[in-house]
């Protein structure tokens, strides 16, 4: 009662009367400045519906990486999914990809520095001396190299200025965490300088093991950047390099034990579920109702290095033209053991190793005609993906149980997608206040896969460690092409107001579900087509003296939708049935206002609300005759809300900041067939921080998940296999210290 009356008058305060706030002598609020067009431009200027995140807000809330993003955008979640080191779980405004394989590409696509970071893979990226993060909502189908369905987040770092000085900011915090960050900029000489960044964190997770025998879960990361940037008379470059290694154990998984007797199959209600008397088809449960604890074998160490390079060169011939290269290159080596059946016994163990290699190129002139503007460019992505995968079944129950329910499945998959894109826009000021924008698209993608899968089984019953023998290899190639496009109608009255209507659509390619297979006959069903978007949105941007405020209605039509489903297999204890489908047409429409309300000169207000009352399948059959028609699509709340209250005075000469903030999430299912054992109620996370800053020194608390709810990234249901589901669990209440020096 107390957390529901608290958010109630922290929303109340977001409406007082608006003739406190400043008056309209004193100056309009800071003008947000986005490149959501690839080029720097005001944000209420762009007919594109875009959510920003600065600097200080990462750098004040103990904001570590981009799954923590979503507390402060209408419409977004942002989960680690099946455990940190897996690919994340992006999902703006319905649309989004839920699986933990690494060899998949999120339907939101995601830049750093104007680079595509490719396959989900690669969306993990801890977030560190960063200007600014743009959340762009609705399909990216005319400028942005990989097209994308649901969105895009662009990460902008800070780049080199002009000038020498630097900062070292160190923490401590609950659950062992410890971390220093910090960033020098060198000015080499009055065209060029140089910035070098870094940041460390060693934590412990806020779910902890009672199986003694088990190290410690937690993660060490290390990342460094050095950036370099040069600007001439009509030259500019901009080069990066960096580099990141990560190492540690994983966050270990919880059991929701789903029996109240497996042996007559007696089922616990899903509220009772996972608690003390509620156990798993082996009888396994940890013997605590601590919602953080859990008792698994867990010696599942994860290792990721990654390293790469950006560059930037821009031509500019004249005042109203220029001409942009970019290049990058990224590779990334990870390992990641697991332990699915979250119990001190070897029934489902495993690891997903993957190496990686990405390069994209892209070339784009840009140039101001009179009062429009014109982009055209070319696009290029290759990616390399080799999997080195295996899932070890039911190890304890080699020689008991049948030999084809206690296997060892090795899975390697070379996945090689490649990808070449024309695309352009053209903004015509069509009168004093009205613009017309026309982007077209053209892209060529293809998928080659190569899949080979091995078996380790006992075929001798006195030789328990088995013999490998083959189990299938596919190899086949997925293309697609297709164009796509946007129409957008601007009217400006005045230069406080903009009112836009954009109809647009993005795709999404094809490829190949690199993901456990579990016979030959799903290995050769595993491709699956492109999806595609088309998207309706009407919006309204205003710019007042004291407040922004944005908001907008959306209805999406979603054709050939790629969803990952988790079915339970036709053989009974065989692990389920993984599949990646096309799965017809889906309905989302919605809506979403975002508020920025300067109250007084010390108190600003900040609401995000989104609402999304229908994101349903429209009709479906899965491949196993289950009809999904109607079911609500997966990690999609019906109701978001974030909201933050921001307090700043000076005392005895420094400044003084203190910040209070709320996210709300309605209830939602983790997979497609509306489970009511996958399912998340609805949840509301506090943060909070307060921070004190004198000449060159900085002092800050932070806090998150202030009253340590309890929720989860991810149930992932393995009930028809091992009679429970793996719960990956979300952050508990951490609380931290950071003390930063300026010089």
């Not at 915090?173 to 960044?197: H, M, P, V």
């Not at 054992?677 to 998940?705: E, I």
Request: glycine share 8%.
């Amino acid at each position: 009662m107390f957390k529901l009356s608290a958010l109630s008058i922290s929303i109340s305060l977001l409406f007082v009367n608006p003739s406190i706030g400043l008056s309209a002598d004193d100056d309009a609020m800071e003008t947000i400045e986005v490149y959501a067009q690839k080029r720097k431009q005001n944000i209420e200027d762009v007919s594109v519906s875009i959510s920003t995140i600065g600097a200080q807000k990462i750098e004040t809330q103990g904001i570590k990486d981009v799954t923590e993003l979503g507390v402060f955008v209408a419409n977004l979640k942002i989960s680690q999914n099946a455990a940190e080191g897996t690919p994340p779980a992006i999902n703006i405004r319905g649309i989004g990809l839920l699986d933990y394989n690494t060899a998949n590409t999120s339907p939101i696509a995601m830049y750093v520095d104007g680079h595509s970071v490719g396959s989900a893979n690669n969306q993990i990226a801890n977030l560190f001396d960063i200007e600014q993060v743009e959340v762009l909502k609705g399909p990216q189908g005319t400028l942005f190299g990989r097209n994308s369905t649901g969105g895009a987040l662009l990460v902008r770092t800070k780049r080199p200025d002009d000038g020498n000085y630097g900062y070292v900011k160190l923490g401590v915090g609950t659950d062992d965490w410890k971390r220093a960050q910090g960033a020098y900029n060198k000015r080499l000489n009055e065209e060029s300088a140089i910035r070098f960044a870094f940041s460390h964190t060693d934590y412990e997770y806020t779910s902890y093991n009672l199986f003694e025998t088990s190290p410690e879960a937690g993660l060490k990361q290390s990342d460094l950047r050095l950036s370099y940037l040069g600007e001439w008379d009509e030259w500019s470059a901009f080069v990066k390099g960096y580099y990141g290694h990560w190492d540690g154990i994983v966050q270990p998984v919880g059991n929701i034990g789903i029996f109240k007797d497996p042996i007559n199959q007696v089922r616990c209600s899903p509220a009772e579920a996972g608690k003390v008397g509620c156990v798993d088809s082996f009888g396994f449960n940890d013997g605590n109702d601590d919602f953080w604890a859990v008792s698994v074998n867990n010696e599942s160490p994860h290792l990721s290095i990654y390293k790469g390079w950006g560059i930037e060169l821009q031509w500019q011939p004249n005042d109203s033209a220029n001409i942009t290269y970019l290049n990058g290159f990224n590779r990334l080596d990870r390992d990641h053991a697991f332990n699915c059946d979250g119990s001190p016994a070897r029934l489902c163990e495993g690891e997903l190793g993957l190496k990686s290699e990405l390069i994209t190129n892209e070339l784009r002139y840009q140039a101001e005609l009179g009062g429009d503007h014109l982009t055209v460019g070319v696009f290029q992505l290759e990616e390399r993906i080799y999997q080195n995968n295996f899932n070890d079944i039911l190890r304890d129950f080699r020689g008991i149980l049948a030999p084809q329910l206690t296997t060892t499945f090795f899975y390697d998959n070379e996945i090689i997608t490649k990808s070449i894109a024309l695309f352009s826009q053209y903004e015509w000021q069509l009168a004093e206040k009205h613009m017309l924008t026309f982007g077209l698209r053209y892209s060529d993608e293809s998928v080659e896969y190569d899949s080979i899968s091995r078996l380790n089984v006992v075929t001798t019953p006195t030789d328990l460690n088995g013999n490998v023998i083959p189990f299938y290899t596919v190899i086949g190639k997925v293309e697609d092409d297709g164009i796509s496009g946007k129409v957008a109608w601007n009217y400006t009255p005045n230069d406080k107001v903009l009112i836009y209507y954009s109809l647009a659509n993005g795709s999404k390619s094809g490829g190949y579900n690199g993901g456990l297979l579990s016979s030959p006959e799903q290995a050769q069903l595993a491709d699956y087509g492109p999806e595609e978007t088309m998207s309706h949105e009407l919006g309204l941007k205003l710019n007042g003296t004291d407040y922004f405020l944005s908001a907008a209605l959306f209805y999406y039509d979603y054709q050939d939708q790629q969803v990952f489903m988790n079915q339970a297999a036709s053989t009974p204890g065989a692990p389920p049935l993984q599949l990646l489908e096309n799965v017809g047409e889906s309905m989302i429409y919605g809506a979403e206002l975002e508020l920025d309300y300067t109250i007084t000169n010390s108190l600003s207000s900040r609401l995000a609300l989104g609402y999304i009352p229908e994101a349903n399948f429209e009709e479906f059959t899965d491949p196993l005759g289950n009809k999904l028609t109607d079911n609500r699509l997966p990690f999609t709340s019906e109701w978001n809300i974030a909201a933050e209250l921001s307090y700043s005075m000076s005392i005895n000469g420094g400044d003084f900041d203190a910040v209070l903030g709320v996210d709300f999430q309605s209830d939602y299912y983790f997979d497609q067939n509306q489970n009511p054992y996958a399912y998340q109620a609805s949840y509301a996370l506090w943060r909070a921080n307060v921070s004190y800053q004198y000449a060159d020194w900085q002092v800050g608390v932070w806090a998150k998940n202030l009253f340590d709810k309890e929720y989860s990234h991810l149930k992932f249901d393995l009930s028809s296999f091992l009679g429970m589901l793996e719960d990956f669990k979300g952050e508990g209440q951490r609380i931290g210290l950071d003390v930063t020096y300026n010089f």
